[in-house]
T-cell receptor, first 114, second 115 residues
Framework: DSGVTQTPKHLITATGQRVTLRCSPR?????VYWYQQSLDQGLQFLIQ???????AKGNILERFSAQQFPDLHSELNLSSLELGDSALYFC?????????????FGPGTRLTVT | AQKVTQAQTEISVVEKEDVTLDCVYE???????LFWYKQPPSGELVFLIR??????QNEISGRYSWNFQKSTSSFNFTITASQVVDSAVYFC????????????FGAGTRLTVKP
């Protein structure tokens, strides 16, 4: 158990809908990262937040957004969902905002868009 | 640009065999960090090791060992006396701190250890 929690574990929704994925980092970690894992694209970094502020952006679509709240939990919002958004979404946390620190991953949320 | 290549898509071994998973990386920077993660069938990603570009010492942790060679841009992972519980997908990853903290993962190597 990494100490990172993600809810829900599974989500099934229809095209065009909007969903919110939630992540709580390990105790003491200030950075939260979001990743998408799909069969065709592999594991891709989406976005990083550090202590409430956006720190780095990867291959995140404009339809996707994230935020980190004062209690350090984070939410990833996915809107206007398409079939291709079906994937496993991971949240990870690390103690620092610097990339040199290891990231601990949550169990993931499996999103299925039908 | 950063890139991580894991050329071995799938490896199958019999229990107690040693197995090496290859990882080759590309980056233009002199400061970078390399990682290995394990993804068992349950799906979570488990951190195994972090290595910075200035530390070329090999590391051993139980049955696991890592060989970092900057001259060949490789960071290979060896499991000695493999066990069925080692069956998983293993990912090598690279972070270049000057490139947006973007952790680049390789495509992964699926290891199957048969009893």
């Amino acid at each position: 158990d990494s100490g990172v929690t993600q809810t829900p574990k599974h989500l099934i929704t229809a095209t065009g809908q909007r969903v919110t994925l939630r992540c709580s980092p390990r105790s003491g970690d200030l950075s939260v990262y979001w990743y998408q894992q799909s069969l065709d694209q592999g594991l891709q970094f989406l976005i990083q937040y550090y202590n409430g502020e956006e720190r780095a952006k990867g291959n995140i679509l404009e339809r996707f957004s994230a935020q980190q709240f004062p209690d350090l939990h984070s939410e990833l919002n996915l809107s206007s969902l398409e079939l291709g958004d079906s994937a496993l979404y991971f949240c990870a946390s690390s103690v620092s905002g610097e990339g040199s620190y290891e990231q601990y991953f949550g169990p993931g949320t499996r999103l299925t868009v039908t | 640009a950063q890139k991580v290549t894991q050329a071995q898509t799938e490896i199958s071994v019999v229990e107690k065999e040693d197995v090496t998973l290859d990882c080759v990386y590309e980056t233009r920077d002199t400061t970078y960090y390399l990682f290995w993660y394990k993804q068992p069938p349950s799906g979570e990603l488990v951190f195994l090791i972090r290595r910075n570009s200035f530390d070329e010492q090999n590391e051993i942790s139980g049955r696991y060992s890592w060989n970092f060679q900057k001259s060949t841009s490789s960071f290979n992972f060896t499991i000695t006396a493999s066990q069925v519980v080692d069956s998983a997908v293993y990912f090598c990853a690279l972070i270049d701190p000057y490139n947006n903290n973007d952790m680049r993962f390789g495509a992964g190597t699926r290891l199957t250890v048969k009893p």
